[in-house]
């Protein structure tokens, strides 16, 4: 990365280009919860497509881009999370945002699938029938979802001390690129002593908590 990196915008870096970086993972300690699923693809020399990730419940297609038209109408199972539901990950291809987000859907399937679930309820619920565009603001749990989506880190408490562990494809982003990719925000759980395998237990923890509806409030900001 540029030698500047750190005090460009994260859209401005984007914008040199997607360079692939097979072990990216080893730069920084806090790829760890993602770290065993990207040595797959360690010894690339460049990208994988998105049709060669892999996740627990899911399949990973190569997003069709955007129709430059103007949208007729407002189709709610067409929509990301509909996809999702459904079983397939819409995924750019070349593209560190969506490349980390399917390392984070193979560490923490059953998360990822409970929050889209919940995301495409929703979405649904959100938009009135028959509508031509979306709403104009959304909703207090949209924005919770898409924070815990992007930015948020699973926090395992026993009391006496804390682990964090990462979730938000954007705060990896971030790592990657070297400058910050948004606000961490914390997603707070108490257990008995802290697991030694912690991602199966992050996974299911927040998996049964967005069950729940939940609202930003309830997402503290977290330093990462």
Partial sequence: MLADARMMHLRKVRALG???????????PRFWPIAHVARRFADRDDWPAPEEHAADGVRFVTARK???QRRQGTDVEDMYDAHIVR???PTRARCWHDYLNALVWASFPKSKAALHARQHAVVRAWIPPGATALPNARTREHDALALIDEGGVIVLSDGRTEL???????????LVHGVPAMIARAIPFSVVSLPEAPIGVADALLAERLRAPIV????PRFSF
């Fill in 216 to 219: 930003p409030e309830d997402l």
């Fill in 164 to 174: 964090a562990v990462p979730f938000g494809h954007a705060l990896f982003e971030g």
């Fill in 66 to 68: 955007p129709r430059r």
């Fill in 87 to 89: 079983g397939a990950v």
């Fill in 18 to 28: 997607e360079r692939f970086d097979p072990r990216f993972f080893e730069r920084d």
